[in-house]
């Protein structure tokens, strides 16, 4: 869905930085990480570090795979072609259902098969929870002896050290902090290796040939660039791989040739999101810009499947050789990669260990439950931390969100805000309603209903947002946030990021100087708009109450870790 913006509206320009400031649940598994490690100490297992590859070194790289046959195929496939280990993009099986996904790996893969992946969005809401994503593949790590090759926040912020490969796993759009920090500075301590590669679930929408929008940034992409490192992503179900790269950001293509040399400075970048979930179709405006070498979709007819890579070809350690197929057998990309010499200071497109790339960019996330509220404006009932936000359809009560950042914990006077959002994170569809459906009905038909919000400032004293009373002062020009039918906006367990705010927060600091320090409060309005389609429409009727969109307010299992937050760009006084 593309966002359509009213009149009072500037263009919209996404830029997401996760969810990473404030989690509690966080630091909950990173105490379970030591305890999975204790549990698994007693294993017999080979640390595979080495510089160079083994011989004929088989890697698959793949995302976005969901449950059932599909991604049992593509697994299977990946099996039996002879991999020895998998990168994972992200997206896991879109039904928060760890146990039901570990099942698929074990059952097809095996139980102590290398796996590394990285977190997606719709793995965000079942990461941190006791027996969820993160558990589960941090056992998995365990397993198959990569504790000790890895370090870092898995799927996160993480680098490991395997068989000639040194892979960065980040969550960057998604949850957590100063990526491209940590992608400069993994490679420059991690010289030994022949190969680098860098993974995440997210794109730029100019790095990926369907209907995504900018949610990573440009900084990670021109950082792997940097050290010389493959760039992996996933998101968008179709695939894609570019060509040589000298800038991406730019868009600044090296080489057309397809004996790819990987150097610092230069490499490609590629999305492989066929896992087994759904095939999309390929925007033709995109899919036609020049950088593409290859790309598959519905349009010519791919099926589900992964890129497969075979590492130290020919007895040469620094040479590699890729296909691009599905589970019917059918080619749709061939190349070769060189890599030069391990990453060395001064070449070009070197940078050195930088300690914030990106401290212009600020995230502040609710500090408490009780920074949030629904107020029905009809009953004038509040709900002071709620777990939803919910935007009700024609037959429920009106009801406006409110939401209090404090500035002052990563703002100082005189810094000046060139941009300001608000971020938060859909609910994809109630587990009753999936149930009467059937769970991929339910997710794809809830994702297309259209909601249409509206977000202004508290000018009143800032005092707390559980009370019922009436915000008498508003902002003077609300902002319209709007997705209309079949256009990409408001999906389920993914981000929404707001249209600018700056004008808004800037109205309220001006009119009432103390919110800088006691919190600015935002309120959010919005309703699940009626439907166009037929289908969706009967959808509507028979299940009024469940399809009423939300996004996440305090998470029923991972509480402030998906709540609102408000991401700006700083310029520092």
């Given amino acids: 869905m593309r966002v359509a913006l009213l009149a009072t509206v500037v ?39 080495r510089s160079t590859p083994p011989a004929n070194y088989k890697v698959a790289f793949v995302g976005d795979h969901g449950l059932g046959t599909n991604p049992t195929g593509v697994f299977n496939m990946i099996k039996n072609w002879g991999a020895q280990a998998v990168v994972s993009l992200g997206d896991y099986d879109y039904t928060d259902n760890p146990t039901a996904f570990n099942t698929l790996l074990t059952n097809t893969l095996g139980a102590n098969f290398p796996y590394f992946a990285v977190i997606g969005n719709h793995d965000l809401a079942k990461w941190y929870t006791s027996g969820g994503y993160r558990d589960k593949m941090v056992a998995r790590l365990a397993a198959f002896g990569g504790t000790s090759a890895c370090t870092g926040e898995y799927g996160v912020n993480m680098v490991c ?3 000639g490969l040194t ?39 100019l790095m990926q040939i369907g209907g995504k929008t900018d949610e990573t940034g440009w900084s990670v992409y021109d950082s792997c660039r940097a050290a010389g490192a493959i760039i992996a992503t996933g998101h968008e179900h179709s695939y894609a791989r570019s060509h040589l790269m000298s800038n991406f950001a730019s868009q600044t293509i090296y080489s057309t040739s397809n004996n790819l040399v990987v150097t610092p400075g230069r490499t490609f970048a590629f999305v492989s999101g066929l896992g087994g979930n759904s095939i999309r179709s390929w925007d033709s405006t995109l899919a036609a810009k020049p950088w593409w070498a290859a790309k598959a979709a519905s349009n010519n007819g ?36 060189t890599s030069t010499h391990s990453y060395v200071a001064k070449r070009e497109g070197e ?19 009780t920074d949030v509220a629904s107020l029905d404006t009809v009953t004038r009932k509040t709900t002071c931390g709620p777990n939803r936000l919910t ?11 409110r939401m209090k950042f404090n500035l002052s914990t990563v703002l100082k006077p005189g810094d000046k805000i060139l941009s300001a959002r608000l971020q938060i994170m859909g609910v994809a569809a109630s587990d009753k309603l999936s149930a009467a459906l059937g769970r991929k009905t339910a997710f794809d038909a809830v994702d297309e209903v259209p909601l249409s919000l509206t977000i202004s400032g508290s ?19 609300p902002v319209q946030w709007v997705a209309l039918e079949d256009e990409e906006g408001f999906e389920g367990h993914e981000v929404w990021v707001s249209p600018e705010l700056k004008d808004v927060v800037e109205e309220v600091l001006r009119e009432n100087p103390s919110s800088f320090a006691d919190g600015v409060t935002l309120v959010l309005k919005g309703k699940t708009l009626p439907t166009a389609d037929e289908g969706l429409k009967a959808l509507q009727g028979k299940f009024k109450e469940l399809v009423a969109r939300a996004a996440y307010a305090i998470h029923e299992d991972t509480g402030l870790c998906v709540a609102p937050t408000l991401i700006m760009n700083v310029k520092r006084a």
């Fill in 161 to 163: 050290n395997w068989n």
């Fill in 302 to 337: 791919v099926k589900y499947g992964a890129l497969l890579c075979t590492f130290n070809t020919g007895g040469n350690p620094k040479a590699a050789s890729c296909t691009w197929k599905d589970t019917t057998g059918a080619v749709f990309d061939t190349f070769t990669i």
């Fill in 391 to 401: 935007f009700p359809n024609e037959s429920q009560n009106p009801t406006e969100h």
């Fill in 351 to 369: 940078q050195k260990p930088i300690e914030n790339p990106d401290n212009d960019f600020v995230e502040i996330p609710l500090a408490k439950a």
């Fill in 459 to 477: 000018l009143d004293k800032p005092s707390s947002v559980c009370s019922a009373v009436s915000i008498r002062s508003r902002t003077t020009k």
């Fill in 167 to 205: 892979i960065v796993l980040s969550g960057v759009g998604v949850t957590g902090t100063n990526h491209a920090t940590y992608i400069t500075n993994s490679f420059a301590a991690n010289t030994q290796n022949t190969w680098k590669i860098c993974a995440w679930h997210k794109n730029q929408r």
């Fill in 11 to 49: 263009s919209f320009a996404p830029s997401v930085l996760g969810f990473g400031r404030n989690c509690p649940a966080r630091e909950e598994a990173l105490i379970r990480d030591q305890e999975i490690y204790a549990s698994a100490a007693h294993l017999n297992v080979t640390l595979h570090a």
